[in-house]
């Protein structure tokens, strides 16, 4: 049904459906942008790597002489940088020559706010084998700023993802479609979600399909932009949402897994002794993140440094400093934090820190809720955070870095249960 009402859109103006001002879109057949994103690392790595050589080799001489030692600290950054770029070029054209260009077939178009974006995406057959597909619907805020000069005009464009789900789904059994391994892709989209901005305003929303794999070598990626619109299907306020959530995870049989086989793919262990729960937190569950984090803290302080020695204002080494700490900080608390939850029927106690741990402990009458929130965004991954919300003070973090929104919701939405005294089922 969803299909048919896709094509008959298809007569519709753009101005009714902006999404038929694709091309792409309107034929249902979305290629991934991986061919850019080489072009644009190799061009990117190409001219920092350029810059930065010739300005070290001559800077690093000169600062050497005049006894400058701590400065060559901050030249030196730079082409350390080049390096981390190149690799990524690099990487990046390996994974093009792989794996080419994949595709993404829309059996909904567009995906509908409210209701679903469903599709098959079309693989290589090499990846039937790979075990498990990690796919990502995230919803971008893209803001471009523009800064008049005397030198003329420059841009800066930040993004910040606004909503996020996350599915892995096994490629075991997948059926082949045009030599393809075609693995069907649903996710469901709240109805307060933000809509796709059709043009190219300084401030729009785009909705990107992410996949990946880990396979021998460069592990396979794919990334699309997809359509995602208010229409008619789209329910109305306060209108029921009859789209169930979409299946986080299923196992190698097909099968849904189970939250805590979920939650212990990600560093994160449930017991369930008779009428209690208790959550473990294990430390760097985010090892990415973190070290994406430490690395550029290492920039940071070696930036520190070398302001120190030259003759900056005082200002700058204190400003930069007091930075750098905070960047340090973060870096401890994505690799170190660990935490403990132990829940049964009126009762709630906590004990999570990054070096030494501390104690919080709730009866059922002193909380208003338990829930999960967003907190830290690593490049391209949100992790959300299970927070207790007291009647009085402050929201209480018991819980934190899980890398899927599904996940933390079940999670929350459990240990409230037990601590009502209607627990013991959800992870079964």
């Not at 932009?225 to 196992?251: H, I, K, L, N």
């Not at 449930?270 to 990415?288: D, H, I, L, W, Y």
């Amino acid at each position: 049904m969803r299909r048919e009402s896709s094509k008959s859109s298809t007569t519709a103006t753009s101005e009714d459906a902006p999404w038929l001002e694709r091309e792409d879109w309107a034929n249902g057949r979305v290629l991934s942008t991986n061919r850019a994103e080489a072009i644009g690392a190799v061009l990117f790595a190409g001219v920092w790597d350029a810059i930065s050589s010739v300005v070290a080799f001559f800077a690093i001489p000169d600062l050497w002489n005049q006894g400058k030692k701590p400065l060559i600290l901050v030249v030196a950054i730079f082409p350390v940088i080049g390096v981390v770029l190149a690799i990524w070029a690099l990487r990046c054209v390996i994974r093009l020559i792989k794996f080419g260009t994949t595709v993404f077939e829309l059996d909904t178009c567009p995906g509908v706010v409210g209701r679903t974006l469903e599709g098959a995406l079309l693989l290589p057959v090499a990846l039937r084998g790979a075990g498990d597909m990690l796919l990502s619907l995230d919803c971008v805020k893209r803001v471009t700023t523009r800064r008049h000069t005397g030198n003329g005009s420059r841009s800066h464009t930040s993004e910040i993802i606004e909503w996020q789900d996350r599915v892995e789904l096994s490629l075991t059994g997948a059926n082949v479609r045009q030599g393809k391994v075609a693995l069907p892709v649903r996710f469901h989209i709240p109805a307060e979600a933000l809509p796709t901005t059709p043009g190219s305003p300084s401030t729009r929303i785009l909705w990107r399909l992410i996949a990946s794999a880990d396979v021998p070598g460069v592990d396979f990626g794919a990334r699309f932009e997809v359509p995602v619109f208010c229409t008619e299907d789209s329910p109305t306020p306060g209108e029921e949402e009859a789209e169930p959530q979409s299946q986080w995870a299923t196992s190698a049989s097909g099968t849904p897994r189970s939250l805590d086989e979920d939650l212990s793919r990600v560093g994160i262990f449930v017991e369930r002794p008779p009428n209690r729960m208790q959550v473990q937190f294990r430390r760097a569950r985010c090892k990415t993140g973190a070290a994406m984090l430490t690395g550029f803290a290492v920039l940071w302080t070696g930036v520190c440094i070398g302001l120190s020695y030259s003759d900056a204002p005082i200002l700058f080494p204190i400003m930069f400093g007091l930075t750098d700490l905070l960047i340090v900080w973060g870096a401890f608390d994505a690799w170190l934090w660990h935490g403990r939850v132990r829940v049964g029927p009126g009762r709630l106690e906590s004990r999570a820190g990054i070096f030494i741990a501390t104690t919080k402990q709730f009866q059922a009458g002193e909380i208003r809720g338990i829930g999960a929130s967003r907190g830290t965004q690593f490049g391209n991954t949100v992790f959300y955070r299970i927070r207790v919300r007291p009647n009085e003070g402050s929201p209480v973090t018991i819980g934190k870095y899980i890398g899927n929104r599904q996940l933390a919701d079940a999670l929350a939405e459990e240990i409230q249960q037990f601590l009502t005294g209607n627990g013991g089922q959800s992870g079964e």
